[in-house]
């Protein structure tokens, strides 16, 4: 499961706008949109460089690089034409979780 927690400095979002970009990113990464997940949190401040979209992208370890990469490339790119943003006003951090490292519903998850 995708899951990407983008924090937003000056920046609007909308229900219909969050759904939007969670259903055309699943549907180019080929997941189910059950199956991915995106936050959105709106920043008061930030300090040092600035970045209108910070995202903190998880993905499980069951993927390869080239695959992480299409997911990477790919949330940068609906987050861009949503957010009406320039490629440099976004980052992106991925961390690879390993199996076993999640919790769901009450049990450990092993893929």
């Known amino acids: 499961m995708p899951i990407a927690n983008c924090y937003l400095n000056n920046c609007s979002i909308t229900n219909t706008k969050a759904d939007a970009i969670a259903n055309e990113w699943a549907g180019i990464i080929n997941v189910d949109i059950k199956d991915v997940c995106l936050s959105f949190i709106n920043i008061q401040y930030q300090a040092g460089r600035q970045y ?6 998880y993905l499980p370890s069951l993927w390869q690089q080239q695959q992480v990469e299409k997911i990477q490339m790919s949330l940068q790119q609906v987050l861009t034409r ?17 199996s076993g490292h999640v919790v769901e519903d009450g049990k450990i998850i092993h893929w």
């Open 52 to 57: 209108r979209c910070l995202s903190r992208l």
């Open 82 to 98: 949503h957010l009406e943003l320039k490629p440099a006003e976004i980052f992106i951090i991925t961390s690879i979780i390993n």
